[in-house]
């Protein structure tokens, strides 16, 4: 029931408490093309509408892996063959002494792949987003929570969402245009 | 994170947050500072004065970079002057904005929350004013990309057994990630300030700064994965940058450096002086930003604590230095004892002595913990003394090494002078736009310490997941 001119519904709640009663009812009604906003991290608010998991830590774990080998391998290259330098006959491939240079690259690339990897998986920078479009959204960094139901979900209907949504004793129920 | 504060936990204990804050009130309070209160003259006073002393750093750096670094007082047998003793205080100043930061929030320290905003801008700050020496030193700092491994037409590679190439690593990444560590803290603040504006430039700058986030709990779900990650990378990171700083000196074997004490008693030192520069900014900040009732009491009284628990690991590395002097039957090491007690830099030793083991304790009292005025003069006397160790560290070793005939005198010049005042300037003027342009205390993590953020709904979600 995709509605070309609508690109969802959102109810405003004035408390964290009724938001995340609110989003346990709209995902509990099968919808779920749905999202909640809340002016600091609420951990049950995401659980809530069904968001358990996220591939940040994976994200970091594979850069911190990639940036540490990395590091060792240029440092063993190059102590071995780019540039060796015999130093009182020490062995060229002195481990103990790449250490700290592998340690902190680790370090550089898993906490850049966390922080990358975040807001690429947000879709960040995004210059617009229909909910913007919502004059009483600008309360959400404020004080006020929201939970949007958007029009691409399968259960979607203008009407009969609406009168869920409306059940739900949100402040508000506004449309969200596209 | 949004659980019951120590507001009520801690009844005997000053509040984390004045009672009576809402959602909005926090908002308003912070936002307001950045977008609705006027320049005020104080502040342009204070912006006027660092940007005089910047001037004057420029005028030095450019003499500097003109003529070399003859103009400063380094000479064989002291090659290491105030720029490695300016490079180390800063960096251990930086090092308490992360110790805030990150150890404190996986310890669940929510007190925290307040102060870490600008304790992170200071770790920044300190950090490029701490990056600046080594630069400064190098002779020809327009070359200083050589320190990095690129490919090259010289066919040539750095030493990585080199402490001073670890150092680069460490800082450059430090740097990095603290710089990353801050912004992302900044986000949510961003677009809380895009939306509380009315203004359209300003909306426009927040809101490209801010990157179009829009509190999606999917969003924040990510953020605290990521904000939780940098916490525990730059725990270890921190840990490693003051000890790879000490490396500089325990790798070589000048009397008084080739020591295991140094790592940790680095680190403890970093952290004596950043919580001494915290208070130095906290205290004025908040009387003047009238926001005493978000950074309270209790966050001045437990930087405090953590100054005086710090300042008694310094001292235990200042009594295990002496005692191996003593113990380790070296000649040189003993002579280096006989040195500092009584050769031509002792009285900086027993400054040092004072200002960072005698007066400190006085934090014992309670009443001077809760006395602003004292603990901020206490909080200076810390920064001098702190300052004084690097350079009782550097000089006084290196000025009589182990040859008689080899000894001799670092006097400073008054460029020595120009360039670290000259950083204080440069540092002071960044605090200052910062407080302005910026939100000084984090909006969104103030929120999930009020009472209104306590989650008491029953967890339905096992009856549909």
Known sequence: MKDPRTYGL??????????????????????????????????????????????????????????????????????TAGYPINI???????????IIVTFEMTILFSGLSAVFGMLALNGLPQ???????????????????????????????????????????????????? | MARPTEVEIGEQKAPVIQPGHTFASITDKVASIVLRRPVTNGWLLGVAICFLILQWFLFAVCWLFYKGVGVWGVNIPAGWGFAIVNFVWWIGIGHAGTLISAILLLLRQ?????????????????????GMFPIFHLGRPWLFYWLFPYPNTMSYWPNFRSPLVWDVFAVSTYGTISLVFWFVGLIPDLASLRDTTDNKALKFIFGGL??????????????????????????????????????????????????????????????????????????????FYDIEDLITDRHIENSAMVMLATGWIVAYGYAIEAFVNWYGGDP???????????????????????????????????????????????????????WLERFVIVVVS????????????????????????????????????FLRLLPAVSISELKTLLPEAEVTVEREAEVHH
Request: net charge neutral; proline share 6%; aromatic share 18%.
């Open chain 1, 10 to 79: 959102m109810a405003e709640f004035d408390t964290v408490n009724e938001a995340i009663a609110a989003a346990h009812k709209v995902y509990g009604a099968g919808y779920r093309k749905i999202d909640a906003y809340a002016p600091f991290p609420v951990e049950e608010l995401s659980e809530a509408i069904g968001f358990h998991h996220n591939g940040v830590a994976l994200v970091c774990l594979v850069g911190g892996l990639l940036g540490g080998t990395a590091a060792y391998v240029l440092q063993w290259w190059i102590n």
């Open chain 1, 88 to 98: 009182g006959g020490r062995p060229l491939h002195s481990w103990p002494a790449f």
């Open chain 1, 127 to 178: 210059p617009y987003h229909p909910v913007f479009n919502v004059p009483q959204f600008d309360a959400a960094s404020r004080d006020k929570f929201f939970i949007a139901i958007f029009s691409s979900d399968k259960k979607y209907d203008p009407i009969a969402t609406r009168a869920f949504l409306e059940s739900l004793n949100p402040t508000s129920v506004a449309e969200v245009p596209s």
């Open chain 2, 110 to 130: 929510q007190w925290r929350n307040s102060i870490n905003r600008f304790a992170e801008a200071m770790t920044l700050f300190a950090v490029a004013c701490a």
């Open chain 2, 210 to 287: 801010a990157m179009g986030w829009r509190n999606s709990v999917r969003h924040w779900n990510r953020y605290e994965t990521a904000y939780l990650l940098l916490a525990g990378l730059a725990t270890p990171l921190v840990l490693s940058v003051h000890t790879v700083v000490s490396f500089d000196f325990a790798i070589g074997i000048v009397p008084g450096w080739h020591t295991t004490i140094f790592p940790p008693y680095f680190v403890a030192g970093a952290i004596y002086s950043g919580f001494a520069m915290v208070l130095v900014l906290a205290i004025p900040i908040r009387k």
């Open chain 2, 332 to 386: 040189y090491e003993a002579f280096l004892r006989w040195n500092r007690l009584h050769g031509p830099y002792a009285v900086s030793y027993y400054a040092l002595l004072f200002f960072n083991l005698v007066l400190p304790q006085v934090l014992w009292f309670k009443k001077v913990r809760n006395n602003n005025l004292a603990l901020f003069l206490i909080s200076l006397d810390v920064l001098v003394g702190m």
């Open chain 2, 398 to 433: 290196l000025s009589r090494d182990f040859m008689p005939s080899a000894f001799g005198q670092y006097y400073p010049t008054q460029f020595d002078w120009a360039v670290f005042i000259g950083t204080l300037g440069f540092f002071s003027a960044c605090m200052f736009l």
